[in-house]
């Protein structure tokens, strides 16, 4: 899929790429596997004067992937039962990316 080549004036959202009645049923392998070779893990400690402590601690789990497998991110989010999609800073490159997120 070439969407840079077939809309490059026009930057969709990632929900308008992927058709959700045919999202890959992953498989715990699958993620298992894919979450090694493909994700990074953050922890973020961030002042919060909210917070008894004076800190939040913010988890992220986050995967990036060419557009062309874009799917395979809402499936993802899909197994994990949240998160989300969203364009990456190389999305103005030929073809460009997505990124899913997750976080606690």
């Known amino acids: 899929m070439k969407i840079m080549n077939n809309f490059p004036n026009k930057f969709e959202r990632p929900e308008d790429l992927v058709d959700f009645n ?3 049923l992953l498989m715990n392998e699958q993620v298992q ?3 090694d070779a493909e994700s990074c893990f953050f922890v973020n400690v961030r002042k919060n004067s909210k917070s008894s402590s004076g800190t939040r601690v913010e988890l ?3 995967v ?3 557009r062309s497998n874009i799917s395979t991110l809402f499936a993802l ?3 994990f039962g949240k998160g989300h999609v969203r364009p990456s800073q190389s999305l103005h490159r030929k073809g460009g990316a997505e990124r899913a997120t997750i976080k606690s």
């Open 22 to 24: 045919n999202l890959p």
């Open 33 to 35: 596997g894919f979450v």
């Open 60 to 62: 992220q789990f986050s």
């Open 64 to 66: 990036k992937q060419e």
């Open 77 to 79: 989010n899909n197994f």
